[in-house]
């Protein structure tokens, strides 16, 4: 499990003071398995970053059917897109968010405000880095969405294909 002043300071180097900043604007949450942390159309104002257990972000189509999207938790195999349960394009772009949040093993969580992370931003450049990082968070988080979208498309046109070609032996078309 990595904590999130180690992950910080794999980026950045910290003394005490300067973490003691984050932990003035970082709360502690207990969540317990089956709780929504939130739901579609509410928009972000908070990152979280997962101490420990296990969340889902889903969505759900027109039709009323919940899709996993996304795992968050934090063990070794986690990679940065994990560490971080949030809707970066609702808390970026102050839009409603597209997705829910619900928690699947009992979790420990860290918050923060986007409001307080940009005024510690602003007050001290070094942790612009941690910005960029989330940045980069998202990108990789949006990246695979992109893909997914793009790897569904050219299935369902392989199947479109193949379902033509199949009449068209059969002699249907």
Same mark, same amino acid.
């Given at each position: 499990m990595t904590t999130l002043r180690a992950f910080i300071s794999q980026q950045i180097d910290l003394s005490d003071e300067e973490w003691a900043l984050w932990e003035d604007i970082i709360k502690i949450k207990h969540f317990k398995k089956g709780e929504q942390i939130t739901f579609k159309d509410n928009i972000w104002t908070d990152f979280i970053f997962v101490n420990s257990g296990l969340i889902r972000s889903y969505i759900i189509n027109n039709e009323g059917k919940d899709h996993?999207? @996304?795992?968050?938790?934090?063990?070794?195999?986690?990679?940065?897109?994990?560490?971080?349960?949030?809707?970066?394009?609702?808390?970026? @772009?102050?839009?409603?968010s597209c997705r829910g949040f619900e928690v699947l093993e009992d979790s420990e969580v860290l918050i923060y405000s986007k409001k307080d992370f940009y005024e510690l931003c602003e007050e001290h450049k070094k942790y612009e880095r941690i910005g960029r990082l989330i940045a980069q968070a998202a990108y990789l988080v949006i990246k695979n969405i992109k893909g997914t979208i793009m790897i569904n498309h050219i299935l369902k046109s392989v199947a479109v294909t193949s379902l033509i070609l199949g009449s068209l032996q059969a002699g249907e078309i």
């Open positions: 996993t999207w @996304q795992f968050n938790f934090n063990t070794e195999e986690s990679l940065l897109e994990h560490f971080f349960a949030v809707d970066y394009a609702s808390i970026v @772009q102050n839009i409603p």
